[in-house]
């Protein structure tokens, strides 16, 4: 957030800012609770921290920004580690990892190539184990990386701590002498969720989040209130009086698994950036199906001994970082509240922001649902406020600072009136706080609707964007979704967003669409509640559009899936006198879905995705091999996708993707079989 704020202004927001972190950091670090995320605190950091760069002078001694971090804990026996446990610097975008590579590459002239080894970055706490001739003799935390606690008799209680490190004949040299495991005390988010649904049940206070409890568990006085929560020990470094014994990573990885410990198995060499970014994007998708929280990635240089020569800067080694995924969370402010109107009339706040940067893109408007929701959270306007954002979700805002407000802060209140078209704005249904402009022509609603029909997911419609929408409707060329089949290149040339070749294109791309999918064309009319599943299972089912068409409630709600809401909607939907001339002005102009007839030909009606690499032949062989027994290839997965075959080496957007449609994913093996 950039400041306008006079110097005043800006002394009193400073205040604000410096006792809300300052609280959150007590609770954090003294209590092991949480008051908010660590992202939203880094968000008001940052802020205060601009406000003192404006305003130096401002600046004072005991300010958030001038702390430096970590202390042990009195209340256990503190012992010094054998090397500094030291943290990692962190970076957040590919260029930044060239910049490390660059730099690190510069020190050393005489390496040919660099191998690194990448791993998941847990959220837990630090520790070290200490073994002497293969018995676990103690474990300290972190603490200020050079002396922690002694919390050998808490971390004696975790199972995945071996008490002897396990003897086998290759690796029996590390039961002797001194062998130091060092590693983070995670607790999974299951575990934690069960936990703290039977403290919910105990009617005890619930706990923030797993790494807080896990620390917060790890530093209890009382041994077998430890043993009776749920904790794991994940190692990640293995280190020997003779280093040489461990001479790369992924060898201390392979030795600590000999020896009993748990290791990510994820992790995994790589040596070109490119392979690293793959990695990372694979696993920023897939993160939430691992055990356990993580926000990034640790890169390390593979070779311990060019590790070693690399050196420490600070206390953060050179040869390793930190890759941490976007932050998905962040403080902005609410600069006003305004009404939008849905394709289907629903009338929804929405904030308008600040702009902020929140999971790699910028945020300036965050959905606030419905009346109520904003009054239970009570969000104002000039409300300082977490905003939350993940991956290709809308924005959402979270709850307001209220410690922030300085008394100029507005309530919002629902207008009566649609800000369209001046329609009064009708509750839906009673007990339903969403309001609704009932007018069918609103011109909002219009073009969200037609936006809709030409989207990806359903008409699939190249070209057909947001402002191609707006200024056809503007210019009186289109009405409805039906009017598009009608433009012809020389009216769209009337407008000036089309020269001949982009205006000839629309029209062959709008043509191209006249015999869509059966779910597809359901999909896209935008009846309410109907999202792509359903629209799939609803095409499944009926086969025929007539027959949609003619349904009855009961009819509907008989079939797997489909409840009673979306029964109505569709009823509903074929009852309205507009949609029926809608549908018949698609007919007469000979748009219509098709039926595909699942018989005939092998592969007849059978559509294919491929994904990864194929070990029997290329991907243009498959889409041939597909097409000559009559089934379709395609290029991306769509509802209309029978079969993901997925090949080696694929990102897990499309796995993603095809789990959300419900589409089947089969092997190469089970590929071939069918072929
Ligand atoms: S390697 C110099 N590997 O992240 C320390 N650390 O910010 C290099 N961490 O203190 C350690 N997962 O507690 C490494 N797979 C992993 C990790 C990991 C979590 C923690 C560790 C370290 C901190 C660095």
Not at 412 to 426: A, D, G, N
Not at 508 to 525: D, E, V
Not at 561 to 589: H, P, Q
């Amino acid at each position: 957030m950039s400041s306008k704020l006079s110097r005043a202004q800006a002394g009193k927001r400073i205040e604000k800012l410096r006792s809300l972190i300052n609280d959150y950091r007590y609770h954090y670090h003294v209590l092991d609770e949480s008051i908010m995320s660590d992202e939203a605190a880094d968000s008001l950091k940052h802020e205060l921290s601009e406000l003192e760069t404006e305003y130096p002078d401002l600046i004072t001694l005991d300010s958030p920004t001038q702390r430096v971090a970590g202390a042990p804990l009195p209340g256990f026996k503190q012992i010094e580690h054998s090397s500094r446990m030291l943290s990692l610097n962190d970076v957040f975008n590919e260029s930044e990892i060239v910049a490390w590579e660059t730099r690190i590459i510069k020190l050393l002239p005489d390496t040919a190539k660099l191998e690194y080894f990448v791993d998941i970055k847990m959220d837990g706490l630090a520790c070290a184990l200490i073994y002497k001739d293969g018995l676990l003799s103690h474990a300290v935390t972190r603490g200020d990386g050079l002396i922690g606690e002694d919390v050998t008799s808490n971390i004696r209680t975790i199972e995945s701590v071996p008490l002897s490190l396990r003897n086998t004949s290759e690796y029996s040299s590390f039961l002797k002498g001194y062998t130091e495991v060092r590693g983070e005390i995670v607790m999974y988010k299951d575990e934690f969720a069960a936990l703290n649904e039977k403290r919910k049940k105990e009617g005890k206070p619930l706990f923030a989040n797993p790494r807080n409890t896990a620390a917060g568990t790890i530093r209890q006085l009382d041994p077998s209130l430890v043993a009776s929560r749920p904790l794991h020990f994940r190692a990640y470094d293995l280190i020997r009086e003779n280093p040489n014994e461990v001479a790369t990573y992924s060898v201390a990885y392979k030795v600590l698994k000999h020896l009993g410990l748990l290791v990510n198995k994820e992790s995994k060499v790589l040596t070109t950036r490119k392979e690293i970014m793959e990695f990372a994007k694979d696993w920023e998708l897939k993160r939430k199906d691992l055990p356990f929280n993580t926000d990034g990635l640790v890169i390390k240089v593979n070779d311990r001994a060019i590790y070693r020569r690399l050196g420490v800067v600070g206390k953060a080694p050179r040869g390793a970082i930190a890759y941490k995924y976007a932050a998905e969370q962040a403080t902005t402010k609410v600069k006003d509240i305004f009404v939008s109107i849905g394709r289907t009339g629903a009338a929804t706040p929405v904030a308008m922001l600040e702009a902020v940067v929140i999971a790699g893109s910028t945020v300036q408007m965050a959905t606030l649902h419905n009346e109520s929701e904003i009054a239970k959270k009570d969000i104002r306007i000039g409300d300082t406020v977490i905003v939350h954002k993940a991956g290709d979700i809308i924005p959402e805002v979270i709850e307001p600072l209220v410690r922030l407000r300085d008394g100029r802060e507005k309530i919002f209140k629902m207008p009566e009136h649609c800000p369209e078209c001046s329609t009064k704005l009708i509750k839906y249904k009673e007990a339903d706080a969403v309001w609704r402009c009932p007018n069918q022509s609103c011109p909002s609603r219009s073009w969200k609707r037609i936006e809709h029909f030409a989207s990806k997911e359903a008409m699939d419609i190249d070209g057909l964007g947001e402002k191609n929408v707006i200024a056809l409707l503007a210019a009186k060329l289109i009405n409805d979704p039906a009017d598009l089949y009608i433009l012809t290149a020389e009216q769209l040339l009337q407008l000036d967003r089309f020269a001949e070749v982009s205006a000839s294109k629309l029209v062959k791309s709008i043509q191209a669409k006249k015999s869509p999918p059966l779910a597809r064309f359901i999909y896209s009319l935008g009846i309410r509640h109907i999202g792509i599943q359903t629209a799939v299972d609803l095409a499944n089912h009926f086969r025929d559009f007539n027959k949609l068409m003619s349904v009855t409630i009961e009819e509907l709600s008989d079939i797997d899936g489909i409840g009673e809401v979306v029964a109505e909607a569709v009823v509903e939907w074929f009852n309205e006198t507009r949609n029926i001339t809608l549908i018949n002005k698609f007919k007469s102009l000979n748009v219509w879905p098709v039926v595909v007839k699942k018989t005939g030909g092998k592969l007849s009606g059978v559509s294919f995705v491929v994904t990864g690499t194929l070990e029997a032949m290329g991907r243009e062989e498959a889409a041939e091999r597909i097409r000559s027994l009559g089934g379709t290839f395609q290029s991306a997965i769509g509802i209309d996708t029978d079969y993901l075959v997925v090949g080696a080496n694929v990102g897990a957007s499309k796995l993603t993707k095809a789990d959300k449609l419900g589409t089947k994913k089969i092997s190469e093996k089970e590929f071939l079989n069918l072929l």
